[in-house]
């Protein structure tokens, strides 16, 4: 049980999941604990893959048997590196899907090998494209996906808040917000949130998890005072001095946790160039690697 989800936007794509899984027997769940679901690989810089093509990347994410999961994600990140084109790539992982369900299916008793769901972005050729594979069907998606026992609260969330418009920064705050809300009202979901960005034309990667908890901190915050917005706006027994009156008020508190969030990230940037000053954080909270300081 748990919860994946994808989004095209402009400039590229973003991958989430959470880290909770629950052990059962049957519908009698067990034990809770937490596992990584999201998977990023990457040729870095101006280095190429095997057979020659340059900035290529994956994310991945699955729902459901983790072992086969993890054989899913290794084969599929294979079959990419070794592909002549951004087409061949796509092509390939696709097939892959396909061949791997073919091998296991005829490894397993009839009827038992496990069917998984996968959502995954390839990303070469300053080019990305986003991919939802139900059991050995993979099917291309051009907007918006999700998987697991929380899709259902991450569909509702996504059908007033997506669109393919937005851009990927946006698409971070979403992916941060879907997560936090099935985690706090979907049963199975839970843990930490992982989220992982393919950038059509510059770096890649995943977002480091300080940034994302200060994200969904705000995001929190921001979404117990809506209501409060919400019943100011709608009341139209209020007189308008009071109204502008209040909308001021609340403006200032939110103007104030927006500060307190820059203000904290600005200080783990901070922390993070003293700890690793070699290494830097964009505005996303990716690795970049600085260049060599001149001797």
Same mark, same amino acid.
């Given at each position: 049980?748990?919860? %994946?989800?994808?989004?095209?936007?402009?400039?590229?794509?973003?991958?989430?999941?959470?880290?909770?899984?629950?052990?059962?027997?049957?519908?009698?769940?067990?034990?809770?604990?937490?596992?990584?679901? *999201?998977?990023?690989?990457? @040729?870095?810089?101006?280095?190429?893959?095997? $057979?020659?093509?340059?900035?290529?990347?994956?994310?991945?994410?699955?729902?459901?048997?983790?072992?086969?999961? !993890?054989?899913?994600? !290794?084969?599929?990140?294979?079959?990419?590196?070794?592909?002549?084109?951004?087409?061949?790539?796509?092509?390939?992982?696709?097939?892959?899907?396909? !061949?791997?369900? &073919?091998?296991?299916?005829?490894?397993?008793?009839?009827?038992?090998?496990?069917? @998984?769901?996968? %959502?995954?972005?390839? +990303?070469?050729?300053?080019?990305?494209? *986003?991919?939802?594979?139900?059991?050995?069907?993979?099917?291309?998606?051009?907007?918006?996906?999700?998987?697991?026992?929380?899709?259902?609260?991450? &569909?509702?969330?996504?059908?007033?808040?997506?669109?393919?418009?937005?851009?990927?920064?946006?698409?971070?705050?979403?992916?941060?917000?879907?997560?936090?809300?099935?985690?706090?009202?979907?049963?199975?979901?839970?843990?930490?949130?992982?989220?992982?960005? /393919?950038?059509?034309?510059?770096? $890649?990667?995943?977002?480091?998890?300080?940034? %994302?908890?200060?994200?969904?901190?705000?995001?929190?915050?921001?979404?117990?005072?809506?209501?409060?917005?919400?019943?100011?706006?709608?009341?139209?027994?209020?007189?308008? !001095?009071?109204?502008?009156?209040?909308?001021?008020? /609340?403006? &200032?508190?939110?103007?104030?946790?927006?500060?307190?969030?820059?203000? +904290?990230?600005?200080?783990?940037?901070?922390?993070?160039?003293?700890?690793?000053?070699?290494?830097?954080? &964009?505005? *996303?909270?990716?690795? @970049?690697?600085?260049? +060599?300081?001149?001797?």
């Amino acid at each position: 049980m748990t919860i %994946i989800a994808g989004f095209k936007c402009e400039g590229g794509i973003v991958v989430c999941a959470d880290t909770q899984e629950t052990l059962s027997i049957g519908n009698v769940p067990l034990s809770k604990r937490k596992v990584p679901k *999201l998977r990023f690989e990457q @040729v870095l810089g101006s280095k190429r893959n095997l $057979s020659g093509l340059p900035d290529t990347a994956i994310a991945v994410c699955g729902a459901g048997y983790g072992p086969f999961i !993890d054989k899913l994600a !290794d084969k599929v990140w294979e079959a990419v590196q070794i592909a002549p084109s951004f087409a061949d790539a796509c092509d390939s992982a696709e097939q892959t899907v396909k !061949d791997l369900y &073919d091998e296991y299916g005829k490894i397993y008793q009839s009827g038992s090998c496990p069917e @998984v769901e996968l %959502i995954y972005g390839i +990303k070469a050729e300053g080019a990305s494209r *986003l991919f939802q594979a139900s059991g050995p069907v993979v099917n291309e998606k051009h907007g918006y996906s999700a998987c697991g026992s929380g899709s259902y609260m991450a &569909d509702f969330l996504a059908s007033s808040m997506y669109r393919q418009e937005l851009s990927l920064t946006q698409c971070v705050i979403l992916a941060a917000y879907i997560l936090f809300q099935t985690k706090e009202y979907a049963d199975g979901c839970g843990g930490e949130s992982h989220i992982a960005v /393919l950038r059509d034309q510059d770096t $890649s990667g995943t977002i480091d998890s300080n940034r %994302i908890e200060i994200i969904t901190e705000l995001l929190d915050t921001f979404h117990d005072q809506m209501g409060n917005l919400l019943l100011l706006s709608v009341d139209l027994g209020i007189k308008q !001095d009071e109204f502008a009156k209040n909308m001021n008020v /609340l403006s &200032d508190l939110l103007r104030t946790f927006r500060e307190s969030a820059q203000s +904290k990230i600005k200080d783990w940037d901070s922390w993070w160039a003293r700890i690793f000053p070699n290494i830097e954080l &964009d505005e *996303l909270g990716i690795i @970049v690697p600085k260049k +060599k300081l001149k001797e």
